[in-house]
């Protein structure tokens, strides 16, 4: 059961999408003009995420999955073929032996190249992420056959055994999405003209890589920021949405709704009530 179903006061519910295909996943609003209601990179409604399968799947050549959230967090281990993964934590091809770490609501596009790909994915225990995006294990044949065992096994064994691995910019659009999380009050009008870019071109390059615009990915990561800092700091929620750079608490609320589908009044009860949000290996949600 998902921890946003928690039987807590929450001022919206979580929703997730039934089925596991290429159609069922569906991505935040872009922005655009911002209607009354909104706010840059979300519409304002209960969340819905794409579900993790915790099973091997094989996913055809040429198969494209638009950007996706998932509400929790999971290792996914490449087993044979490749893709491109472009996210919130970058973008990298991605080939057998890789490791995919996906912290709590975190959000990306695939593109799977003409041989397709097999994965295994591992849920992680409650909200447990990594300094690291893209690692690699040297025996992932290994992990398989312990899954076939037992899951949380294969789990442990993987988390024991990740090799972090640097993903390298390919081209201006990774550029931006690393000074983007390094820097996110980042302005962007400065940035492309630093790099030579009209702004059109930021936009529209940026979307074709990952699958929205440059705006909104901005907000998004600075709203998932936020959340980090809400459940592992005891800042008030006033000055964590000032150093979180949002205009005023308010604006913060309706982020963070919007990414998680509760309030940040609701996860700040929850870490007050002694909800755990570090993982077993010492990897905590530092903002």
Sequence with gaps: ???????????????????????????????GDIAPGHIAGFDIVAPIFAPVSVARERWSGH????????????????????????GDGGRRIVRAGDVLCHGPFDA?????????????????PHFTEFADDFCRVRDPDLIVRTAERNHDEARELLLSMLEPVHSVAQDWPDILAADIRQQPELCLGTWAKGHGLAA??????????????CIAYRAQLRARRAWRSLVNGVLPLSLVAQDSGFADQAHMTRAIAALTGCTPLHWRRLASNGFNTQGRHGRTLAP
């Design 1 to 31: 059961m998902y921890l946003c179903r928690i039987a807590v006061a929450i001022d919206i519910r979580c929703r997730t999408v039934a089925t596991l295909n290429a159609a069922s996943f569906v991505s935040l609003q872009d922005d």
């Design 200 to 213: 059109a071109t930021l936009s529209r390059g940026f979307r074709r890589v990952y699958g929205i615009s």
């Design 108 to 124: 990306h596009c695939d593109q799977f190249m003409a041989v397709g790909a097999e994965t295994l994915n591992l849920r992680l």
């Design 63 to 86: 198969t494209s999955l638009p950007r996706h959230r998932h509400e929790q967090g999971y290792l996914c281990v490449v087993l044979s073929g490749s893709y491109e993964e472009a």
